[in-house]
């Protein structure tokens, strides 16, 4: 291939070896080929159908095109650093297979909308994978949620124990947490999915092209509007980036929870050995490294958005070269977060719950205390004075290490003379969680419900 630049009409001297490889970026956007070539693709349509182009050129350039991407994809393409990046590595060597028609390919275009195309089509096919990793971790939570819609364990706050939930229950406020991610990142595909095509280096070009048409070509919902605008910003990587964001800090949450509860001090769940490590020092060892790592990861996502932020924070309009670092934080943000829900979903079902330590743990801490306080309260005691009365109660049971249900009637009537023998009733585990019976309350009835309801709302 010939080494000489596409752009080096005005250049006298050849380019400093360390900037050339400085300023290339094949090395990473050649991931976007595929997306390159759609585009030049729908563009050579436009032009032909507009008479830019005749039909023979149009042809012998999708022929060339569609032959560059077998090549690609079956490794048989170089590659060039000289040719610094994915779009005029595509363009050199269909002019080289195709001739002058090749060369006429970037009539009425430029690198600026057309990287700015790129990047959003290859974010659109990456969100549509990424949300499809997330609805089935989803299902896999609705899964676990259903079968364990009665199991009960401690609930926390401060990582003490609160009162009593049920697993399901737990295990729907994840979902509803994933819920919310999948509706901002679809959210923010309908502002991405706008063609830049068009543009041309910033102010648009003199040819008399039809860019609805390009747009409905590539599956976009309108051109941009303003062509300044369509090659500059870059908002739609930070907002996915975001979303990314948040969704990773919820999937680091979740990690920290099955960590937690698969230590011997907790022993909630088990997690199958195909996700989990050993140490090469100490035998006895089985280590949650999945979620370890993805709560590491999450960390890496935080720092791309911040890149991003920055990359974009003192740019003036309209194109700049700054622009070609959205790339990698970009790509390691869709490939971690890819790779995490993956895993995660492949993790959900490997789960094993340890449904005696809930319960045992659930017995320890008071956990119905708060519902001696509502049953007091129900017999006419102000709430203040239910709190103070069961506090007391408490304190005997640290004392005696007892839960307030292994007290007899006698011993809790000593508190208070408005207890009578229902109150066992709701000293229980299952009648404080099946009593919490409205929208959005752990009783096992509500689980379902709510798994009913995720059900048919999902796609
Ligand atoms: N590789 C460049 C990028 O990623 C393509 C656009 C370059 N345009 C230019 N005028 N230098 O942004």
Not at 26 to 54: C, E, K, P, W
Not at 93 to 100: N, S
Request: with cysteine; proline share 4%.
């Amino acid at each position: 291939m010939s080494d000489k630049k596409l752009w080096s009409g005005r250049f006298n001297e050849p380019t400093d070896a360390f900037v050339e490889a400085f300023t290339a970026s094949v090395d990473f956007d050649r991931r976007m080929y595929r997306q390159d070539i759609a585009g030049s693709i729908a563009h050579a349509t436009m032009l032909a159908r507009q008479a830019i182009l005749d039909e023979d050129e149009r042809d012998a350039i999708i022929d060339g095109l569609q032959q560059i991407r077998d090549d690609i994809e079956q490794d048989r393409f170089e590659w060039s650093v000289e040719l610094e990046d994915v779009h005029m590595n595509i363009e050199a060597a269909l002019t080289q297979r195709i001739g002058d028609a090749g060369k006429k390919l970037h009539t009425g275009r430029s690198r600026n909308d057309q990287v700015a195309t790129d990047i959003r089509l290859y974010l659109r096919d990456a969100l549509q994978e990424i949300l499809d990793e997330l609805r089935r971790l989803q299902y896999a939570l609705l899964d676990l949620a259903e079968a364990e819609a009665e199991t009960i364990l401690p609930g926390f706050t401060h990582l003490q124990t609160a009162q009593p939930i049920t697993f399901g229950h737990h295990l729907m406020a994840w979902f509803e947490m994933l819920d919310r991610d999948a509706e901002r990142l679809s959210d923010c595909r309908s502002r991405m999915n706008r063609m830049p095509l068009g543009a041309a280096a910033l102010a648009g070009t003199t040819f008399p092209i039809d860019r609805e048409y390009t747009a409905e070509l590539l599956g976009f919902d309108a051109p941009c509007a303003n062509s300044l605008d369509a090659v500059s910003d870059r908002d739609f990587a930070i907002e996915f980036s975001s979303a990314a964001a948040l969704l990773m800090m919820h999937l680091s949450r979740f990690s920290e929870e099955i960590v937690v509860w698969s230590s011997a001090q907790f022993g909630f769940i088990t997690l199958s050995d195909s996700f989990c490590t050993g140490s090469s020092i100490m035998p006895q060892k089985k280590n949650p490294d999945v979620p370890e790592l993805i709560r590491g990861k999450t960390g890496r996502v935080y720092g791309h958005l911040f890149s991003l932020l920055t990359l974009m924070k003192a740019q003036p309009l309209a194109y700049n070269k700054d622009n070609q670092e959205d790339k990698e934080p970009l790509f390691d943000t869709i490939d971690n977060l890819k790779g995490s829900l993956k895993v995660f979903a492949d993790m959900i079902p490997a789960i094993t719950p340890q449904r005696e330590a809930m319960r045992d743990a659930a017995m320890k801490g008071f956990a119905t205390a708060t519902d001696l306080a509502d049953y007091l309260v129900r017999k006419g005691l102000p709430f203040r004075d239910a709190h103070e009365v069961v506090g007391k109660a408490v304190a005997l049971g640290v004392e005696q290490k007892r839960d307030l249900s292994e007290m007899s009637l006698d011993e809790l009537r000593g508190f208070s003379p408005l207890i009578g023998a229902d109150v066992f009733d709701i000293l229980t585990l299952e009648g404080s969680v099946a009593a919490r019976d409205h929208i959005g309350g752990t009783a096992p009835h509500q689980v379902r419900l709510a798994i009913g309801r995720a059900r048919q709302r999902l796609p």
